[in-house]
C-alpha cells in the first residue's frame, strides 16, 4: 500500500483498505484549504492581534493550573517547494523564521488571493480551519491535541465559533503474557506514578534503624555547624565546615548503599519490574510513541 507513495498517501491508502467499506472519508486537506481563505487573511491582516489572541489561551490554561503545549508564536505557515516555513509579524508584513525572505502585507494577500494552498496552518489555528471548511462535531485526538484545543477559545470566537470539541482518543499499552500476568498485581496507580523500574516494586516498609540512618545525615551536618560556630576559633572554621560536609555527605551515602544492598536482596522481582519498565517505556519513552503501526 506505501509503494509509490509518502507517509500521508500511504496511510490514507492503508486506512481506506482496512475501512472503506464503512464509508470512511479520506481527505487530503490541501484540497479543501482554498475554502479557508478568510481565516489565513485574518491571520495576515492582524497577525499580532493573533499573537494577543494566542496568549490570552495560554493564559487559560495556565489559570486551570496546566502547562500550555503551544508556544507564543503565530500559527501560520507559507508553503514552499513542498516545505512548511513558519512566519512571524514584521513592522509591515511578515518573514520566515531564521532570516528568510520577507513578505509585505500586499504581496502576502496576493499570494493568497493567487492560490491559499501554499499558506498552512499551525496546530491552534488547524482546528479553526477545519471548522470553516468542514464544521465539525466532535474531533478524537490524543494528550497533545486535547492540549492545543484547550488554548483555542479566544483565538475561535475571533473568528466566529464556538470553542471547537475534542474527545480523548482511545489508547492502550501493550504488554506480553509473563509480564502481563506481573502487572495485573500492581495496582494500575503504581504503574502510573511509577517514573523507574525500582518504583513499580511493592512497598515494604524501611527498617527503623535505615530511616534512622537517611536522618542523621542531616542531623550531623546541623549539630557539627553549631558546634563549629561555638567553639571553633574563627581562623579554622571554613576548613572545619568543609570536613563536617563531608561527614554528613559521607553518612548520607552511606545509607543509601544499605536501602540500595537491601533492594539487591528483591534481586528476582527488580528483573521484572525493569523489563515491565522496558515494555511500558521503551527507550524511555511512552510506548505509543516509539512502537506505532
Known sequence: LYRSRGLAGGFAAMIADLLGHTGLLVLNPVAVRPMAG?????????????????????????????????????????????????????????????GGPALSLKDALQALARDPRCFSPGALLRPIVQEECLPCVLSVGGPAEVGYFAQIGPLAAHFGFERPRIALRFNATIVEGKLARAASK????????????????????????????????????????????????????????????????????????????????????????????????????????????
Open 38 to 98: 478568510r481565516i489565513f487573511r485574518g491571520a495576515i491582516e492582524e497577525p499580532r492581534k493573533i499573537l494577543g489572541l494566542v496568549e490570552a489561551g495560554r493564559a487559560e490554561v495556565e489559570a486551570r493550573g496546566m502547562k500550555p503545549l503551544v508556544a507564543e508564536r503565530l500559527p501560520l505557515f507559507l508553503v514552499r517547494d513542498g516545505k512548511r516555513h513558519h512566519l512571524s509579524p514584521t513592522e509591515d508584513g511578515l518573514a520566515i523564521d531564521g
Open 186 to 293: 500492581m495496582p494500575l496507580e503504581t504503574i502510573a506514578r511509577a517514573r523507574s523500574p525500582e518504583d513499580l516494586l511493592a512497598p515494604e516498609e524501611e527498617p527503623e534503624a535505615l530511616r534512622r540512618a537517611r536522618g542523621l545525615a542531616g542531623q550531623a551536618e546541623e549539630t557539627l555547624e553549631r558546634a563549629i560556630g561555638e567553639a571553633a576559633p574563627p581562623a579554622d572554621a571554613e576548613r572545619l565546615r568543609k570536613r563536617a560536609k563531608s561527614i554528613a555527605g559521607n553518612i548520607a551515602s552511606l545509607a543509601e548503599r544499605l536501602a540500595q544492598a537491601r533492594l539487591g536482596g528483591r534481586t528476582r522481582e527488580l528483573e521484572v519490574a525493569r523489563r515491565l519498565w522496558s515494555f511500558i517505556f521503551p527507550g524511555g519513552e511512552l510506548q505509543e510513541r516509539r512502537w506505532n503501526l
